[in-house]
C-alpha cells in the first residue's frame, strides 16, 4: 500500500493527476463527493481503511488461496481512492464500495480454510460480471490492521494501532451508508458447511451471526436508511445456483430485514449479544451505533423499505423511530409491497399526528399493504391535526383492504382542493355512496378537485365528471 502522505496528496491532486482529459477525473470526483463518497476520504487517504479489490478476491478464492492479514496482503489486492473514483461516472447512483458482515469463525483468523472467501468471491462475481464495472471491498481482516502473530506475540505497532482505531470510528458510515456498496452490504449469516463450533479452541466466539455483538450490530446499521434491495443476506444463496446480477439480489432479499431500532432499543439487545471482548467494545459500539443512527436519519431525505416482508409490528417499531423526530429532513417514505394492517397503520399514523416528526414529509406509499377501513380512519384523523405532515402532497394506499368507511373517512379529511393527492385503486369500495354525497354539495369546483385527488376507482372518476358537466 502506498503511504498516507502519498495517498492525500492522490486524493487532493486526483482530478489532475490522470493523463490527459483532467476534466472528466474532476467531474467524477463530483459526483463520487455528491453520493457521499467524502465521507470515506479521510481513513482511505490515511490509510486507517483499506478496500480490497473485488476482482482479486475472485481470483485469489478461484486459485484456492486463504485471506490473509491486511500487512501481508500484495499491494494489488487493494483499490486506491483514485481507483474508486475513476470507476465512477456520470450516471453513477451509488459509490462502488461494499462492506462484509460476517462471524469470525476462529479467534485468531476468521476464515482459516478459505471457505468463507469462496461464498463471497462467488457473489462478488455475480455482481461484478452482472452489474458493477470495480468494487471496493471493506473486509475487516484485510482492510483493517491486525495483529499479524499474536499467538506468538506479534502485535500491530504503536502506529497501526491508532489507524486501527480510526479506522473502527467510520465503521457506522461504511455499514449504514444509504449509497454505499454501490449499495450492498453483504451479509454471511450462516457458518460454510463443515465448520462445527464444538471443533474450536477455547475463547472462541462460537455464536451464531445473530447472536454476536458485532455482527449484530453491523446488520442493525444495515438496517437504518439502506434501501430494502441494497442489504444482501449471502446466507441465502443456494448451491447449485448458477449466479448473475438479477438472481443474487432476488435471493439474497427474499428474507426481509428488521426496521431500524432506536439507539435506547438498540442498547437494551446488544447487553444479550456475545462479544469476544465483551468489555471493551460494547461501550464503543454502543457509541457508534447511536452516532450512526443520528447521522443518516438526519440527513434522509427519502427511506425505501418495500418488499421486506414487514408486518403490524415492524410498522410499530418504524413509527416508533419517526415519531421521535429521528428524520427531519424526510420527504419520500416507500412502505410497498409489505404485510401492514391497520394496527401497523395506526402506528403509522400516531407518528404522522405528532407535530415535528414528519415536518417535510411529502409523498407516502402504502400500496399492496392489508390496510383496511379502520387504518384509514387513524390516518385520517392523524391528517386532520393541525401541524400534522404539514407539506404532505400524496397519500398512495392502492392494492388493499379499504372499503366504503375508510374511503369516506379519508374524504371527510382530505377531500379539498388544498389537501393532498390520494390513490386507492384496487379496494373494496363501493361507489354508489359517492354521487348522492356530491349531488347534495352542487359545488362544480369541489368536485372536479375530488374527482384529480380521490381516483378511488374508475367508476368514482366516472360519477365526479358526470356530476361536474
Same mark, same amino acid.
Given at each position: 500500500?502506498?503511504?498516507?502522505?502519498?495517498?492525500?496528496?492522490?486524493?487532493?491532486?486526483?482530478?489532475?493527476?490522470?493523463?490527459?482529459?483532467?476534466?472528466?477525473?474532476?467531474?467524477?470526483?463530483?459526483?463520487?463527493?455528491?453520493?457521499?463518497?467524502?465521507?470515506?476520504?479521510?481513513?482511505?487517504?490515511?490509510?486507517?481503511?483499506?478496500?480490497?479489490?473485488?476482482?482479486?478476491?475472485?481470483?485469489?478464492?478461484?486459485?484456492?488461496?486463504?485471506?490473509?492479514?491486511?500487512?501481508?496482503?500484495?499491494?494489488?489486492?487493494?483499490?486506491?481512492?483514485?481507483?474508486?473514483?475513476?470507476?465512477?461516472?456520470?450516471?453513477?447512483?451509488?459509490?462502488?464500495?461494499?462492506?462484509?458482515?460476517?462471524?469470525?469463525?476462529?479467534?485468531?483468523?476468521?476464515?482459516?480454510?478459505?471457505?468463507?472467501?469462496?461464498?463471497?468471491?462467488?457473489?462478488?462475481?455475480?455482481?461484478?460480471?452482472?452489474?458493477?464495472?470495480?468494487?471496493?471491498?471493506?473486509?475487516?481482516?484485510?482492510?483493517?490492521?491486525?495483529?499479524?502473530?499474536?499467538?506468538?506475540?506479534?502485535?500491530?505497532?504503536?502506529?497501526?494501532?491508532?489507524?486501527?482505531?480510526?479506522?473502527?470510528?467510520?465503521?457506522?458510515?461504511?455499514?449504514?451508508?444509504?449509497?454505499?456498496?454501490?449499495?450492498?452490504?453483504?451479509?454471511?449469516?450462516?457458518?460454510?458447511?463443515?465448520?462445527?463450533?464444538?471443533?474450536?479452541?477455547?475463547?472462541?466466539?462460537?455464536?451464531?451471526?445473530?447472536?454476536?455483538?458485532?455482527?449484530?450490530?453491523?446488520?442493525?446499521?444495515?438496517?437504518?436508511?439502506?434501501?430494502?434491495?441494497?442489504?444482501?443476506?449471502?446466507?441465502?444463496?443456494?448451491?447449485?445456483?448458477?449466479?448473475?446480477?438479477?438472481?443474487?439480489?432476488?435471493?439474497?432479499?427474499?428474507?426481509?430485514?428488521?426496521?431500524?431500532?432506536?439507539?435506547?432499543?438498540?442498547?437494551?439487545?446488544?447487553?444479550?449479544?456475545?462479544?469476544?471482548?465483551?468489555?471493551?467494545?460494547?461501550?464503543?459500539?454502543?457509541?457508534?451505533?447511536?452516532?450512526?443512527?443520528?447521522?443518516?436519519?438526519?440527513?434522509?431525505?427519502?427511506?425505501?423499505?418495500?418488499?421486506?416482508?414487514?408486518?403490524?409490528?415492524?410498522?410499530?417499531?418504524?413509527?416508533?423511530?419517526?415519531?421521535?423526530? !429521528? /428524520?427531519? %429532513? =424526510?420527504?419520500?417514505?416507500? $412502505? &410497498?409491497?409489505?404485510?401492514? +394492517? @391497520?394496527?401497523?397503520? #395506526? *402506528?403509522?399514523?400516531?407518528?404522522?399526528?405528532?407535530?415535528?416528526?414528519?415536518?417535510?414529509?411529502?409523498?407516502?406509499?402504502?400500496?399492496?399493504?392489508?390496510?383496511?377501513?379502520?387504518?384509514?380512519?387513524?390516518?385520517?384523523?392523524?391528517?386532520?391535526?393541525?401541524? !400534522? /405532515?404539514? %407539506? =404532505?402532497?400524496?397519500?398512495? $394506499? &392502492?392494492?388493499?383492504?379499504? +372499503? @366504503?368507511?375508510?374511503? #369516506? *373517512?379519508?374524504?371527510?379529511?382530505?377531500?379539498?382542493?388544498?389537501?393532498?393527492?390520494?390513490?386507492?385503486?384496487?379496494?373494496?369500495?363501493?361507489?354508489?355512496?359517492?354521487?348522492?354525497?356530491?349531488?347534495?354539495?352542487?359545488?362544480?369546483?369541489?368536485?372536479?378537485?375530488? /374527482?384529480?385527488? =380521490?381516483?378511488?376507482?374508475?367508476?368514482?372518476?366516472?360519477?365526479?365528471?358526470?356530476?361536474?358537466?
Amino acid at each position: 500500500m502506498s503511504s498516507p502522505a502519498a495517498r492525500a496528496v492522490e486524493c487532493t491532486k486526483l482530478s489532475g493527476s490522470r493523463g490527459a482529459a483532467p476534466v472528466v477525473y474532476e467531474e467524477k470526483l463530483e459526483r463520487w463527493r455528491e453520493l457521499g463518497g467524502d465521507a470515506l476520504e479521510p481513513v482511505l487517504a490515511s490509510g486507517a481503511v483499506a478496500l480490497l479489490d473485488a476482482r482479486w478476491i475472485i481470483s485469489h478464492a478461484e486459485a484456492g488461496g486463504v485471506l490473509t492479514h491486511r500487512q501481508a496482503l500484495p499491494e494489488e489486492a487493494f483499490l486506491s481512492l483514485a481507483d474508486l473514483v475513476e470507476a465512477m461516472h456520470e450516471f453513477s447512483q451509488h459509490i462502488p464500495v461494499a462492506a462484509l458482515s460476517y462471524p469470525w469463525l476462529t479467534k485468531d483468523h476468521p476464515d482459516p480454510r478459505g471457505a468463507n472467501l469462496s461464498r463471497v468471491a462467488r457473489a462478488l462475481k455475480a455482481l461484478t460480471v452482472g452489474g458493477l464495472n470495480r468494487l471496493g471491498v471493506f473486509w475487516d481482516y484485510g482492510s483493517l490492521h491486525q495483529h499479524p502473530d499474536p499467538a506468538n506475540g506479534v502485535m500491530r505497532t504503536e502506529e497501526q494501532n491508532a489507524l486501527f482505531k480510526q479506522g473502527l470510528s467510520c465503521l457506522g458510515t461504511l455499514y449504514s451508508h444509504p449509497k454505499t456498496s454501490i449499495s450492498w452490504v453483504l451479509r454471511l449469516t450462516s457458518f460454510p458447511d463443515g465448520h462445527k463450533a464444538k471443533d474450536q479452541a477455547t475463547g472462541t466466539n462460537v455464536a451464531k451471526y445473530f447472536d454476536r455483538g458485532w455482527c449484530a450490530t453491523e446488520n442493525a446499521w444495515a438496517s437504518l436508511t439502506k434501501s430494502s434491495n441494497l442489504s444482501l443476506d449471502l446466507g441465502l444463496m443456494r448451491d447449485r445456483e448458477s449466479y448473475h446480477f438479477n438472481n443474487l439480489i432476488l435471493d439474497c432479499t427474499k428474507g426481509g430485514r428488521r426496521p431500524p431500532l432506536l439507539p435506547s432499543v438498540f442498547a437494551a439487545e446488544l447487553e444479550s449479544k456475545s462479544f469476544t471482548n465483551g468489555k471493551d467494545d460494547k461501550p464503543l459500539v454502543k457509541r457508534l451505533y447511536e452516532a450512526a443512527f443520528k447521522e443518516q436519519f438526519g440527513k434522509a431525505t427519502e427511506l425505501i423499505y418495500d418488499d421486506l416482508g414487514w408486518g403490524d409490528a415492524e410498522a410499530a417499531q418504524l413509527a416508533e423511530v419517526l415519531a421521535s423526530g !429521528a /428524520a427531519p %429532513r =424526510l420527504e419520500r417514505l416507500w $412502505l &410497498n409491497r409489505n404485510q401492514i +394492517g @391497520d394496527e401497523g397503520c #395506526k *402506528a403509522r399514523a400516531a407518528a404522522l399526528g405528532k407535530e415535528g416528526a414528519a415536518p417535510r414529509l411529502m409523498v407516502l406509499w402504502l400500496n399492496s399493504n392489508q390496510i383496511g377501513d379502520e387504518g384509514c380512519k387513524a390516518l385520517a384523523a392523524a391528517l386532520g391535526k393541525l401541524g !400534522a /405532515a404539514p %407539506r =404532505l402532497m400524496g397519500l398512495l $394506499l &392502492n392494492s388493499n383492504q379499504i +372499503g @366504503d368507511e375508510g374511503c #369516506k *373517512a379519508l374524504y371527510a379529511t382530505l377531500g379539498k382542493p388544498s389537501s393532498p393527492w390520494l390513490e386507492l385503486r384496487n379496494n373494496q369500495i363501493d361507489c354508489q355512496w359517492r354521487a348522492a354525497d356530491l349531488d347534495a354539495t352542487g359545488d362544480d369546483c369541489m368536485v372536479a378537485a375530488c /374527482a384529480w385527488q =380521490l381516483r378511488a376507482c374508475f367508476e368514482v372518476v366516472e360519477v365526479l365528471l358526470s356530476f361536474s358537466s
